[in-house]
């Protein structure tokens, strides 16, 4: 298992990072705020966890281990893959997760793009025991990322199981709330799109 990667930021787009490492660029598929916090040309070190399939490798990497160890934790529940996994920590932070688990609150968790109410009635009956309890850990704050953000929004948006209608509403009501820049935050935009369509 590759537990971590550490090298310096070749590229970054809205789902994933190119990390050098010893002459070779390796692809990281992350969630936005672990994104939010790489620059390229800068140092990073991120705990990684490698998803093998029949036709493909894939390393999805974290801010932290809290991130990794629920990444990892909650694909130990039934019909939860990296894809699911990685859209639960999109949009929800690991404490958050234990919290809606802990608390089986069904409805925090199907804000969730892909899960339903089954299935987040499964997910809490089988991780219950084993989630813990939150941690307390702040998430970290989201920073600055490169424009055009709509663009940018809808296709990390669609990228997470919306459809590109729900995804364009998400980011009209972003934008009339908080009328961001050309080269606003798009990490954070996003973030803020999420929260729109949980709600709704």
Do not use: N, Y
């Not at 994104?35 to 801010?63: I, K, M």
Request: proline letters at 6%; a negative charge.
């Amino acid at each position: 298992m590759i537990a971590h990667v550490r090298g310096r930021v070749a590229a970054v787009t809205l789902t994933s990072a190119v990390v050098e490492v010893g002459g070779v660029g390796m692809e990281l598929m992350c969630a936005p705020d672990t994104l939010a916090g790489l620059r390229v040309g800068q140092e990073a070190l991120l705990p990684t966890s490698l998803v093998v399939r029949e036709d493909s490798l894939t390393l999805f990497g974290f801010a932290d281990e809290d991130e990794r160890g629920m990444f990892e934790l909650v694909q130990t529940a039934s019909g939860v893959g990296p894809k699911l996994a990685q859209a639960m920590l999109a949009v929800l932070s690991p404490d958050a997760i234990r919290a809606a688990v802990a608390g089986e609150d069904v409805k925090t968790l199907t804000c969730v793009p892909g899960i339903g109410q089954k299935g987040a009635q499964r997910i809490i009956l089988e991780l219950k025991d084993r989630v813990g309890a939150p941690t307390g850990v702040p998430a970290p704050a989201p920073t600055t990322a490169a424009a055009p953000w709509k663009a940018q929004v809808q296709q990390g948006l669609v990228g997470l199981g919306w459809s590109a209608k729900e995804a364009d509403k998400a980011i009209e009501t972003v934008a009339a709330d908080q009328q961001p820049a050309d080269d606003a935050d798009v990490a954070a935009l996003l973030r803020a799109a999420l929260r729109t369509l949980s709600r709704a």
